[in-house]
């Protein structure tokens, strides 16, 4: 049972665009919610993370949007660059438990 | 954030034989992981490495396939024993740093190829 669904697998932005991608949790105990980067032969790297008791974190040109009551939360890459192309993955966790992984989407950022 | 050296960084070993990665934190953790990452694929948990003890395994793991050690509070290593074809995968150390933390880091991984 997967208990992150991330979508969409995979995405193609223009430089400059947008990147949005959707995570769904069914865990309502999950209390922290990260968010992962990672390049080709590379380990994944915190990029943002955000608790349940804000709505909204900004760092940079990534923002983490939360919908406690929709159980949804997402990323958003503003004026997205070629260097932002990577694999991300949405991650949840309660407590002192283990990190629960949605299945990662590959963003393409054309020049 | 902590440093994370693992080693080694890729290998190519024979089926049947035996494979140990090590990962090396440059300060105290209170967590340490093992993660397999197939190519495409998201992380898997294989197990949770306990200073002093048997290592916590997810289902699925088992500690003759994958033994753990964390003799302290900086290294772990993972074997791969007895490795066929479908073990070929990247392996990655996680750790979490303090108590009450729950921002986790990983290592570059090991991207291991059986033949």
């Known amino acids: 049972q997967q208990q992150v669904k991330q979508s969409p697998q995979s995405l193609i932005v223009q430089k400059g665009g947008i990147s949005i991608i959707n995570c769904a949790y069914e865990n309502t105990a999950f209390d922290y919610f990260p968010w992962y980067q990672q390049f080709p032969g590379k380990g994944p790297a915190l990029l943002i993370a955000i608790r349940p008791d804000v709505s909204e974190k900004k760092e940079g040109r990534f923002t983490i949007s939360f919908n406690k009551s929709a159980k949804q939360f997402s990323l958003h890459i503003m004026d997205s660059q070629p260097g932002d192309s990577a694999t991300y993955f949405c991650a949840a966790i309660s407590g002192y438990s283990t990190l629960t992984f949605g299945k990662g989407t590959m963003l393409l950022v054309s020049p | 954030s902590a440093v994370i050296s693992q080693k080694p960084s890729r290998d190519i070993c024979q089926r049947g034989t035996s494979l140990t990665i090590q990962c090396q934190v440059d300060s105290q953790v209170t967590m340490m992981f093992w993660y397999r990452q197939q190519p495409g694929q998201s992380l898997t948990l294989i197990a949770t490495?306990?200073?002093?003890?048997?290592?916590?395994?997810e289902s699925g793991f088992v500690i003759d396939k994958f033994p753990i050690s964390r003799p302290n509070l900086t290294f772990s290593t993972l074997t791969v024993s007895n490795m066929s074809p479908e073990d070929s995968s990247i392996y990655l150390c996680?750790?979490?740093?303090?108590?009450?933390?729950?921002?986790?880091?990983f290592g570059q991984g090991t991207r291991l190829t059986v033949v």
């Open positions: 490495a306990n200073q002093g003890s048997e290592a916590t395994y």
């Open positions: 996680s750790v979490i740093g303090a108590p009450g933390n729950t921002e986790a880091f």
